[in-house]
């Protein structure tokens, strides 16, 4: 069974902090990793996907890849108390396209 | 905004009555996802389809069936509704790039009450 496992939060930082969303993975076969927002009551919006070990940088937002120890994480830079929302972290394995998701993570970001 | 559409944004049920929820992808995309999300969870894979042909299924039962057009639009269907099927149904639409459909696009969602 493939998994995608974060911790459900709340994490709560305040404004102008730097938030760190984690999500670990149990398919070593995994190739494509995403980041979505959600708000609430709204459906996911995709923030960053990234394909390779290392970091990629969008913005305020950094996407972190560590394929050897199997998770993946998101960095939000200067948060705004608009990034309180629950983030999804999602992970596509080799042969599909179906991605697993987690069961995301709640951000709080207060004044 | 994705470009996907849903419809009905919102629908109440009771028990045992059928659904079918409706899912206009995003021009140029091919592939349509379905997803459930209840309340305080992430969203599982129901099925996908891809060029009019289901192309993958999740754990959910035979009374869970999908079509695709096409124009790509797609149906969900739910027969014999439980209590249980009450969730945010999720679409999502796939934009293949360089040689990947998994990038996904989700639609503002359907509200499922079953009462």
């Known amino acids: 069974q493939k998994e995608v496992e974060q911790n459900s939060g709340p994490l709560s930082v305040p404004e102008g902090a730097i938030a760190s969303l984690n999500c670990t993975y149990s398919d070593r076969g995994s190739q494509s990793f995403f980041w979505y927002r959600q708000y609430s009551g709204k459906s996911p919006e995709l923030i960053m996907f990234i394909y390779s070990n290392g970091d990629k940088e969008d913005g305020r937002f950094t996407a972190q890849l560590n394929k050897a120890s199997q998770y993946v994480s998101l960095l939000i830079r200067d948060s705004q108390p608009s990034d309180s929302a629950t983030y999804l972290c999602?992970?596509?394995?080799?042969?599909?396209?179906?991605?697993?998701f987690g069961r995301g993570t709640s951000l709080i970001v207060h004044p | 905004e994705t470009g996907v559409t849903q419809s009905p944004t919102h629908l109440i049920k009771t028990r045992g009555q059928q659904v079918t929820l409706r899912c206009s992808s995003q021009s140029g995309h091919n592939t349509v996802s379905w997803y459930q999300q209840a309340l305080g969870q992430g969203p599982q894979f129901i099925f996908q389809?891809?060029?009019?042909?289901?192309?993958g299924r999740g754990n959910f039962p035979p009374r869970f069936s999908g079509l695709q057009f096409p124009n790509y639009s797609s149906e969900l269907n739910v027969n014999a509704l439980e209590l249980d099927d009450s969730a945010l149904y999720l679409c999502a639409s796939s934009l293949e790039t360089s040689g990947r459909r998994d990038t996904q696009y989700f639609g503002p969602g359907t509200r499922l009450t079953v009462l």
């Open positions: 999602a992970v596509n394995s080799g042969g599909s396209y179906i991605p697993t």
């Open positions: 389809y891809y060029r009019e042909e289901e192309n």
